[in-house]
């Protein structure tokens, strides 16, 4: 089995905790600000945030799951996520260093979850800036609702504690994470 499909798996395994028979209610995801950089257009359904191999940072794979409380999918949520480049700059005219922003980076993109609630993102490492821990800016929504806005965070840095990105391997080059949402 692929390390990958193994993470898969054991995340996977993870949702379906039972006591004694019955799924235990899991804490909602944190919520937290938007951030001054929600892209001004709509987010492509694109979930390959990397337009060639010339892009600058570390290529990620990042995936996971919506569930809901007792650990059921959520299918067909939209998924959104926004960062900045490997530079700390952010693609968005309030930014002041927009012009300089990778150009072979697209900066967002979003999926739809599929029947067993999974997505998967093609992106970069996220990286510190101004004072910030590295993070991934997110928006879920469920039938054209927004159900959360939220931030992840690499674990092996500062952030909300429960928002971490875990575990991260590196596998051939390619670092791999997961994060589940609970909405």
């Not at 995340?11 to 905790?17: E, I, V, W, Y």
Request: charged residues 20%; hydrophobic residues 35%.
């Amino acid at each position: 089995m692929e390390r990958r499909n193994f993470i898969r798996l054991i995340a996977a395994s993870s949702l379906a905790t039972t006591t004694n028979g019955n799924t235990a209610d899991r804490p909602l995801t944190v919520s937290q600000q938007e951030g001054p950089y929600y892209p001004v257009h709509p987010i492509a359904l694109q979930n390959n945030l990397l337009i060639n191999e010339d892009h600058g940072g570390d290529e990620l794979q990042l995936s996971g799951a919506v569930v809901n409380r007792q650990g059921a999918p959520i299918a067909n949520a939209r998924v959104e996520i926004w960062q900045c480049d490997a530079a700390g700059v952010y693609l968005h005219p309030a930014e002041p260093r927009t012009e300089t922003f990778d150009r072979n980076f697209r900066g967002s993109g979003a999926t739809i979850t599929s029947a067993m609630g999974h997505y998967q993102f093609r992106t970069i490492l996220p990286v510190p800036y101004s004072g910030r821990p590295p993070h991934i800016h997110t928006k879920i929504f469920f039938a054209s609702r927004e159900m959360l806005t939220s931030q992840i965070y690499l674990s092996d840095h500062d952030g909300h504690r429960r928002l971490k990105m875990d575990p991260v391997a590196r596998e051939n080059s390619v670092y791999t994470a997961t994060f589940d949402f609970v909405v």
